[in-house]
């Protein structure tokens, strides 16, 4: 556990695992883990807010979510040494609400939620950076449900899944499946499908050709057949696991053999927050293992490609929290 100076939002970590990003209040924190142990190198400030943040495929360039119509793009590179020239440019929109922030496999273009438009705001990162960001603004926008949130694309680069907290007139939260290639030319004709993802859906993870959703109020974690997203919405639930209480971030680890899921309490409902260890099996199947301790409120996880370094913003204890997982200490 390391202590920082506000409450983090975001993480996200480089495929090596020495650095890591956060989303801390109007900065972002640059960390370094190096011999098992973690510390601050450098905040770079921002004008507004620094909140959801993902780093581009190829690790060039890391987006934060500025907590209105868009996300800041830093130089990852310029980052890491702490200069205060990081931060390239804004994408911005129209649109309200920006918190969590994806990025196309090829790198070419970002994608952003904006919570309180009740959109994903589609950008041409690569032209924003050529172009130095002179009024860069969205390609367009794709209509969601009420509150959307979390996102990630399929391992074949197809597809982006992105969840909403509500969807009238059921109320419940749903999980839109949106074509990419009709995203980045035809965003408002870009849905595959909206099917029903519990109470309050609020991230995505993939792995073994399942989508994994945490929904917070439903205090589960709910997984659905990728294919079946596409051919068959109807059908595409394929379980629901219960966790602890209000389930916010997760992430694939351990080699995609296992989820790791952020049981914030945000509410507290339950005796104090935790981290749910779910095994997956065949077809995508997830069982709950068992629990990890955490700080409080863990709100965001991010892990390396292969999932040995896990990396918990604890939001309410204004900690991280870093696992190396398959480690053993004698």
Sequence with gaps: MLSVPTEPFGVAVTASGRFIFAGLSNSVGVFVWRGGHLHLRTKITVPEEALGVALTPDGRYLLSADGYGGAYVLNVAAAERGSRSAVLGQLTSAGSGAIEVGVSPDGKYAFVSLETSNELAVFNLRRAIDTGFTRYMPIGVVPLGEDPVGMATSADGRYLYVT????????????????????????????????????????????????????????????????????????????????????????????????????????????????????????????????LDSGGFPRDIAATRHGNLVVIANYASSQLEVLELGSRRR
């Design 164 to 291: 909403s907290e509500v969807t009238p007139p059921s109320h419940q939260g749903s999980l839109s499946t949106i074509d990419l290639a009709t995203a980045e030319t035809d965003p408002a004709r870009a849905v595959v499908s909206s099917v029903p993802a519990g109470c309050s859906p609020v991230r995505v993870a993939i792995a073994r050709g399942s989508v994994y959703v945490t929904a917070r109020a439903s205090d589960a974690v709910l997984w659905f057949s990728s294919r079946a997203l596409v051919h068959d919405p109807a059908d595409a639930l394929r379980g629901t696991v219960r966790v602890g209480s209000a389930p916010v971030g997760l992430a694939v680890v351990g080699r995609s053999s296992e989820l790791l899921v952020a049981d914030s309490d945000r509410f507290g409902s339950a005796p104090r927050a935790n981290l749910a260890l779910l095994r997956l099996g065949p077809h995508g199947r997830a069982v709950l293992a068992g629990y």
